[in-house]
């Protein structure tokens, strides 16, 4: 669960130059979703994963593995890691039940490699062992068109394609992709850098890129909504995942992207998502498509009611229920992910621990995390 501003972007935040910049494609590369053009770009020698020891090893996902699978309004969830408590190896088998088990819930989309896949603490290779794990478990259990979103962002341009074609060979459908960061102090003037880096992403990509802004994760850089406007009109950038909690931004990057790409609200041409769900009903309000929040974890069918009532007019109910959502949002926003899976581990008996160095909780604050879970437990089993 990804931490989130309570106040709108700082002035000036990442908006340097903004008016004085142009998009222009970094190369002619042409890459969209088809598997045809997909494939010709995977194989390119410039990155070939051969030249990468950590790269996956399996064979390449079948032909129906990248069948296009739009990107809907609705659920997406950004899916928790499980390790083996001792060895701390991938847990294959609870990262697929965990899978099935949100896609029966009735979930728009998954997420893997994003703030709660602990994708920092992966392996390339895992990663894609995840993704790949994922991608079969959704198949095998009837859910073939459900989309997948991975988790894919590095510092430098060439390990985030890198990424993204790992991503496309695992069998994922599009690219969550967060700002570099550690050079920050010399990404200047900033929206040029960033203009750069998303855009030369984008060009090279085989699957679409969502734009990941969480400034907690990024040194506090926080993106505007001109920059994320300007980069939609990138043809391979297709939305964004608003984790900084500013609904005045969301309402502006819809308004704008709504005028510029001809869309309807089910299947919009440019997905904006909340990235929290104690702002599911706001977002909403704002013309936004619905969440990418980890709190659908534990409870995924009251995420979807809330949206189901806010759109049937029902404004009341929608709200008392945001209230109820937002209490338990702030127990897995306060502990992260580690409160998250301690409170998986209390109500639905999986969930485990994260990778060290991330601390166990004690007893102590695991029964803390439950009771934060409890009313929100109590109304996802009522539905």
């Known amino acids: 669960m990804s931490p989130h501003n309570d106040a709108p972007s700082p002035a ?16 002619s590369s042409g890459l969209r979703v088809s598997s045809s053009t997909a494939n010709s770009v995977y194989s390119d020698s410039a990155l070939n994963e051969s030249q990468y020891s950590s790269s996956y090893s399996s064979t390449s996902m079948d032909a129906d593995d990248h069948i296009t699978r739009p990107l809907e309004s609705g659920v997406y969830v950004p899916t928790v890691c499980f390790f083996d408590p001792v060895t701390e190896d ?4 609870t990262i697929a039940s965990h899978a099935v088990r949100l896609a029966k819930a009735g979930v728009t989309g998954l997420t893997t490699q994003g703030s709660n896949g602990e994708a920092v603490h992966l392996t390339h290779s895992e990663r894609q062992t995840v993704t790949a794990t994922t991608r079969s478990a959704l198949t095998s259990a009837g859910f073939p068109n459900m989309p997948i979103i991975v988790g894919c962002g590095a510092q430098s341009v060439r390990e985030t394609v890198q990424y993204c074609r790992e ?51 990024v040194s506090g850089m926080d993106l505007s909504s001109d920059i ?42 440019f997905l904006v998502l909340g990235g929290s769900a104690d702002f599911t009903m706001q977002s909403l309000v704002g013309g936004g498509h619905g969440i990418l929040a980890g709190l659908a974890n534990i409870a995924p069918k009251s995420c979807i009611e809330l949206i189901r ?47 060290s160095p991330l601390p166990r909780p004690t007893s102590d604050e695991s029964s803390k995390w439950k009771e934060g879970f409890r009313e929100l437990v109590a109304l996802e089993k009522s539905l």
């Open 12 to 27: 000036g935040s990442f908006t340097q130059s903004f008016h004085s910049l142009s998009f222009r494609p970094m190369a």
């Open 90 to 93: 991938l847990d294959t088998a």
């Open 167 to 217: 991503a496309y060979a695992a069998g994922g459908d599009y690219a969550l992709i967060l700002p570099p960061s550690y050079y920050a102090p010399l990404l200047a003037p900033a929206s040029a850098s960033i203009f750069e880096f998303f855009n030369s992403v984008a060009d090279q990509s085989p699957i679409p890129i969502v734009i990941y802004n969480y400034p907690g994760a």
């Open 228 to 269: 994320i406007i300007q980069l939609s009109a990138h043809p391979n950038i297709v939305g964004v995942k608003l984790t900084c909690g500013n609904t005045g931004k969301l309402n502006r990057i819809v308004a704008a992207t709504k005028s510029a790409k001809p869309q309807s609200y089910n299947t919009p041409a």
């Open 309 to 355: 009532l806010y759109k049937a007019g029902k404004l009341a109910e929608a709200q008392a229920m945001q209230e109820i959502v937002a209490r338990g949002d702030w127990a897995a926003i306060q502990g992260g992910i580690i409160s998250t899976k301690a409170g998986m581990e209390s109500w639905l008996g999986y969930g485990g621990f994260a990778r």
